[in-house]
């Protein structure tokens, strides 16, 4: 199936929108493909949960919400609540693990990664969600690697590319250290789609 | 001429249509913004008076929407690419200089990014309620022009297109875009300062005392223009005037003057009206809609399609004028329009003027705050294929 639906959950403040930003700029400019995302709208800028979401695919997105949940990125427990329902019997979750504890329906996938803990080795919490975004990455492999990193590029504050590649770096490394075996494996979600 | 390259920031970009249309904005020639922000229209501001500087624009937060649209007919005059930006509660208080605006042939752009009404209503979710104020908003017999994007992407396309009637006709043009498009991420191309054509103020050449401000030469509808600064006399006016600019406040002058403002935008509606058809020749049904709508009805189309219904397809990019000529002949070869639209039944009712009894025209409202469910779209058109 080419349509893609994608929600990106956190508190306001983590870069849960950048972080949409990023996968709907790496899927359609980078990839060539076409991506749509609606932000939420509402009291939550800071701390509260707030959520964006995407529906990709090949040709013009017709319907801009979503129908049928495929993944669910989940940076905080709020978030990952408000939207669980949603999400569908072979969805993926993909979480902060130190933060997110997913009740997991029977056929449904998680993978988790301590995102805020690793940005705070690299030595900015801020880049919390670049090391999630990292992982995600990793886990769907959307795009390749290369258009991932250019995605990236593309869409941080000049001066801190340097930063965000690093923590984007250790978001793919600990996939790849904790779920892989040296080899990026597309069959993690394409059962969701 | 070309667009001035400060203005535009050509490659490809992921952006929301409130961007995507200041960016067009900027890309067609604006260099004056008067708003009063107003979600969910603030990121169009937001974005221009963030960039405005690199181009020598000028944004100015007016005290209110009565104000805002004020000072854009005011720099207006004085050759300035102008535009205003707000949404439903905002598009009520223009109304009044709106009609100035109209009665002072003045070539300007208002945004609406509109959102569920009546007054305040829904300030963060989707609408397409505003489209007959958009038509009779304000008092007295006009013409006016009103056009509808679906995407980013057309947001920033549709805006040259939009400042550029705005100076052909000397009329404004309201921009009725939806919440559901402004606050829609998605990727944007901008091409390059030479690929966008821009139409330039049309500027007398005669020289000062023996101008006129709303003289137009044999057979021409649209009078010529002198920059306030200049060193023309000008006078103009919201009272009925004469040629000079003076008040004319007599029948003849009321029938000289009301008859060019409408036939000015009614003898070039050819030229004006712009819309998508597809697979209208043989089909049963004919679904008309505009904006955000469009593409949702796109996805009923194709189920309807499925189920083996003929369906054609009608986008209208241009929502006023209305393709008055094409639908009443589209009527009499079909069995029904149906029209979708984020309001209780609007565009229709101008469908099924045109139809006149030749065909049935079935409304498919929503109240707004959403899109449609596309099943109640599909409902319509097998239903109207029977």
């Given amino acids: ?147 991932w990193e250019s995605a990236v590029m593309d869409s941080v504050p000049a001066g801190t590319e340097e930063l965000n590649m690093k923590a984007f770096q250790a978001g793919w490394d600990h996939f790849e250290e904790n779920y892989g075996d040296g080899t990026p494996k597309k069959e993690t979600v394409e059962t969701a789609f | 001429m070309k667009a001035d390259p400060l203005g535009v920031l050509t490659g490809a970009h992921y952006l929301d249509g409130d961007f995507a249309a200041g960016e067009g904005a900027m890309a067609a020639g604006c260099r004056f913004v008067a708003g009063y922000p107003i979600t969910p229209s603030t990121e169009v501001v937001e974005r221009m008076s963030r960039r405005f500087p690199m181009m020598g624009g000028t944004f100015i937060q007016m005290e209110d929407e009565m104000a805002s649209m004020a000072a854009v007919i005011g720099a207006a005059f004085t050759g300035t690419k102008s535009m205003t930006v707000t949404s439903g509660p905002g598009f009520s208080l223009m109304m009044e200089n709106l009609g100035l605006a109209v009665m002072m042939e003045t070539p300007c752009v208002l945004v609406n990014v509109q959102r569920g009404g009546p007054s305040t209503g829904l300030p963060t979710m989707t609408g397409q309620s505003d489209m007959m104020q958009a038509r009779w908003g304000s008092h007295g017999d006009y013409e006016i022009i009103a056009m509808s994007p679906k995407s980013p992407q057309e947001s920033f396309d549709l805006m040259i297109d939009a400042f550029n009637l705005s100076e052909i006709y000397r009329v404004p043009v309201l921009f009725m875009m939806d919440e559901c498009v402004g606050h829609m991420t998605e990727k944007v191309i901008i091409p390059e300062p030479d690929e966008i054509d821009i139409v330039p103020r049309k500027l007398t050449d005669k020289k000062p005392g023996e101008f006129w401000p709303y003289e137009v030469n044999n057979g021409e509808l649209v009078p010529e223009f002198a920059r306030a600064g200049d060193g023309y006399r000008f006078h103009t006016t919201g009272l009925t005037h004469d040629y000079r600019g003076y008040p004319d406040m007599t029948v003849e002058g009321q029938w000289k003057l009301v008859t060019r403002l409408m036939d000015k935008i009614n003898k070039n509606v050819d030229d004006i009206i712009r819309f998508e058809e597809e697979e209208t020749d043989g089909a049963d049904v004919v679904v008309l809609s505009y904006g955000i709508t469009s593409r949702v009805a796109r996805l009923a189309i194709e189920k309807a399609r499925e189920k083996g219904v003929k369906v054609g397809v009608i986008r209208l990019i241009v929502v006023w004028p209305f393709p008055e000529k094409q639908i009443r002949e589209m009527a009499k070869k079909i069995k029904g329009f149906v029209v979708p639209e984020i309001n209780m039944g609007q565009v229709v009712l101008e469908v099924e003027r045109c139809a006149a009894g030749n065909c049935t025209t079935t409304s498919v409202p929503h109240p707004g705050g959403g899109v449609h469910d596309p099943e109640t779209i599909v409902e319509a058109i097998v239903g109207a294929a029977k």
Wanted: glycine share 10%; with cysteine; charged share 20%.
């Fill in chain 1, 1 to 147: 199936m080419s349509r893609k639906e994608i929600r990106i959950t956190g508190f306001g403040g983590q870069g849960v929108v950048l972080c949409g930003h990023i996968i709907g700029h790496a899927y359609s400019i980078d990839a060539g493909h076409e991506a749509t995302m609606i932000q939420s709208f509402g009291p939550e800028a800071r701390g509260s949960a707030c959520s964006t979401s995407l529906v990709l695919d090949e040709s013009e997105v017709l319907y801009p919400y979503l129908q049928d949940l495929h993944i669910l990125l989940a940076m905080s427990q709020d978030g990952y609540e408000q939207s669980k329902d949603l999400l569908n019997a072979k969805g993926v979750v993909v979480h902060e693990s130190d933060l997110v504890v997913p009740d997991l329906k029977k056929g449904q996938k998680g993978y988790g990664i301590p995102s805020t803990r690793i940005a705070e080795e690299i030595g900015r919490v801020i880049v919390q969600n670049i090391v999630m975004l990292g992982f995600f990455a990793a886990v769907t492999l959307l795009v390749t690697k290369e258009l």
